[in-house]
């Protein structure tokens, strides 16, 4: 599953989600900023972008919560693209009567009502082949999405009996009574693979991949625990008996109780994962690199009953992660490569699964300074197959880490790295890059050397998170020069022509 051209060679990459791109609405698109990015991360010589996943999420705005393990976010698609395709007349309108979200949605109204009354053939052709050839999980959520809003927004367990229940003849009904919603919905569908696929074909032409995340659970709330409710340990009425989550750790201290389902897991071998090939036949279309989030929880997860407020009161089930894993590779080969995020209570059952098929684990610079020199997170103790971060989008930003700490810690970080002549961040980006992992990846706050207030998310809060942008303002000529001569010195500095796919 490790691919000798994407993974093995020395890269350095930036994490940076689509939603924190710069511009004038209320959160960043595939529009021209982020083809802008691309073009500094070529420029400054970084030839991996890392996002977080892409789908649809809840009000909460959390990526790792979505309506779908397979959709993507219609929030993402640029507005402006579609008046350049001349399905959208007049955008200002939009744009001086609503804001944010408001001003999307009207766009993307307006675009399907144009579409529908005087789309050319071959978009229109394309739209069908698009459908035809997604339709094993499109028709699903299209038909989720609609009675979705025709039902305010509920969560499906508080649809109509026969509605939360799939009763086939309501269902052919809704799906005629709201075939328009159902195509509208499809078609948002189509409008954001078609941007993402061409911002990732421009990323390859300049010797950038696209390296993505895959929330190891997904959201009870979605198309996918609604449509194939076997998969997942629910009972009788589609009422999960356990959540998932983890134990109290470095992040919480009751845990943290994430409130997705588990996995049925017995189902699933019995139809050789068949649910989770579909759930990468879709990511492989998005990046090249993918990170699985949570990784100890294909070796064991844990369980906690669902009646219980905090995560305190669970245990470890365990999961047939070789099997799973082994399917994957069987299926896909090298054409998938894979990272597994191996923070949190790690054990050597999790360590030995991880290394059986080869993946690179994740090494977080910030956890480095606590306990002696045999800390894992420490450079020093890095194996060369595995990825390191500065931080990442559930830390805070290395400034206001180190800001937070005492003098007598701050002394002992600079010591640890060996006295660098370097302030923060600077001094922690260039240990991550001149580290021994095959791949270094740096938050852009770190680059631009912000503070706290600039963190993404504060793992166990639902206020005031994923709402991070940068400027282009703060990415100064000086900030540029100071990260292209740590790449160069440090021999991350991608150069040459863009890279090919065999």
Known sequence: MQSDSKSVQRRAGVLLHISS?????????LGKQSYRFVDFLKTAGISVWQTLPLGMPHDDGSPYQCLSAHAGNPMFICPDMLVEKGWVSDVDCYRDSCSGAVYRKACLNAAWAEFVKQGDAQDKLDFRHFCHERSWWLDDFSLF??????????????WPKLFRDRDEKSLQEAEKRLAGEINKVKFFQFLFFRQWQDLRQYAHRRGVLMF??????????????????????????????????????????????????????GYLQNNRFQWWIERFRTLQELFDIIRIDHFRGLEAAWEIPAGEETAVKGEWVKAPGAELLSRIEQEFGDRISLVAEDLGIITPEVEALR???????????????????DNPYLPQNYVENCVVYTGTHDNDTTLGWFESLSDEQKNHVYEALGNPQLPMPQALVHAALASIASLAVIPMQDILELGSEHRMNIPGTVEGNWQWRFKWTQLTDDKVRKLEEMLEATGRKATGAPLSFS
């Open 145 to 158: 999405v609609a009675l979705r809003n025709e039902f305010e927004h509920k969560c499906w367990s508080d």
């Open 21 to 29: 791109l710069p511009g004038a609405e209320d959160h960043g698109d």
């Open 212 to 265: 993505g995340d895959i929330p190891i659970f997904v959201s009870y709330d979605s198309a996918d625990v609604w449509a194939q409710r076997e998969n997942f340990k629910l009972d009788e009425n589609g009422a999960m008996t356990v959540v998932a989550g983890v134990p109290p750790d470095y992040f919480s201290e009751t845990g943290q109780r994430w409130g997705n389902p588990h996995y049925n897991w």
């Open 355 to 373: 290394d059986l098929f080869a993946l690179p684990g994740m090494k977080i610079l910030q956890f480095a300074f606590d306990g002696g020199p």
